[in-house]
């Protein structure tokens, strides 16, 4: 089955504690970003990828990091971080060049206490 | 930079009534596309249907169809017949490809009720 993971879905964790958010997809898409899901403000895009060791800065990049090491893999680092990081994160991948469907997963619910 | 904005935050329809969900968005560009994407409680993001700027005829998939204003940056979305499934948050979204970035920007979405 065509499908985006994430793990873990949800996580509750503390200030400063460095985190990751794994993101793996099995379509072979060479296009990966992260989101991030606020009440009132939709989703934003944090980081993109578009193709391995290629990645580049979002809307709002700031405390967070990625690699792109593998195509299929694309985790999210949070090294720090802070209470303001709770929210909703979803990693999406499409086939490069289509702008057609961006395939997204389940999404992770993430607390910073 | 491009904007979305939905500007209903809630709607609530009977089952089987027709609903339209309105989406208005602000750009200098010709050549975009254009989104519906519904989210259920269960937060998934699904694609519900796509639209091309260049194309003038108005995208349709089942019980969904938009109506597309071009030239006054409209996209809403129609859902006929509608069903206890069609429950949940829908969001517009643009999508205008930079240097490779196949970046989505959302609307602040509408939340959908059908009641039976």
């Known amino acids: 089955e065509a499908q985006v993971t994430q793990n873990p879905r949800y996580l509750i964790t503390v200030t400063g504690k460095k985190l990751t958010v794994t993101c793996s997809q099995n379509m072979n898409h060479e296009y990966m970003s992260w989101y991030r899901q606020d009440p009132g403000l939709g989703l934003r895009q944090i980081y993109y990828?578009?193709?391995?060791?290629?990645?580049d800065k979002g809307d709002v990049p700031e405390g967070y990091k990625v690699s792109r090491k593998e195509k299929r893999n694309f985790p999210l680092i949070l090294e720090s971080p802070s209470p303001n990081q709770t929210s909703l994160y979803f990693c999406a991948s499409s086939p490069r060049g289509t702008a057609y469907e961006q395939y997204f997963g389940p999404g992770t619910r993430l607390t910073v206490t | 930079a491009q904007t979305v904005t939905q500007s209903q935050p809630e709607m609530s329809v009977q089952e089987a009534e027709t609903v339209t969900l309105s989406c208005t968005y602000d750009?200098?560009?010709?050549?975009?596309?254009l989104f519906w994407y519904k989210q259920p409680p269960s937060r998934q993001m699904i694609l519900v249907i796509r639209?091309?700027?260049?194309?003038?005829q108005n995208a349709t998939e089942n019980r969904f169809s938009v109506n597309f204003q071009k030239a006054a940056k409209s996209f809403s979305l129609k859902i006929s017949d509608s069903q206890l499934g069609d429950t949940a948050m829908y969001f517009c979204a643009f999508m205008k490809v930079v240097g490779g970035n196949e970046k989505l920007t959302f609307g602040t979405g509408t939340r959908l009720t059908i009641i039976p």
């Open positions: 750009t200098s560009e010709n050549n975009y596309y």
């Open positions: 990828s578009m193709n391995v060791e290629v990645t």
């Open positions: 639209q091309e700027a260049y194309k003038q």
